[in-house]
């Protein structure tokens, strides 16, 4: 079982920046593929970015350019840098892992409880 916990979240005005920070316990965090979702109101949660165990990284096509993803083995933790924010940005974002590199929610099993991402304009 893999315990995540992120942090991080807050709010910014449009243009801003902010890192989200996902501290993983449980398994070995170098091998695990992770994630960054996000959901707002009254919507789906989509994914965002992922990053696999050997640093292959993709992007939601909205967020190329302005987000990126890394990863810190040593401190088991994945980031979420995410530049130039803009309202659309907002919602609660989710950290999550899995043993298999996926690009949709039923690939992993293993979810943070969130942290919230407000942009105003």
């Known amino acids: 079982q893999v315990q995540l916990v992120e942090s991080g979240g807050g709010s910014v005005r449009a243009g801003g920046s902010l890192r989200l920070s996902c501290l993983s316990s449980?398994?070995?965090?170098?091998?695990?593929?992770m994630a960054w979702f996000r959901q707002a109101p009254g919507k789906e949660r989509e994914f965002v970015a992922a990053?696999?165990?050997?640093?292959?990284?993709t992007y939601l096509d909205s967020v190329k350019g302005r987000f990126t993803i890394s990863r810190d083995n040593a401190k088991n933790t994945v980031y979420l840098q995410m530049n130039n924010l803009n309202p659309e940005d907002t919602g609660v974002y989710y950290c999550?892992?899995?043993?298999?590199?996926?690009?949709?929610?039923?690939?992993?099993?293993?979810w943070g409880q969130g942290t919230q991402v407000t942009v105003s304009s």
């Open positions: 449980g398994r070995n965090f170098s091998s695990d593929a």
């Open positions: 990053i696999a165990w050997n640093d292959g990284r």
């Open positions: 999550a892992a899995s043993q298999i590199f996926s690009m949709v929610k039923r690939g992993y099993n293993n």
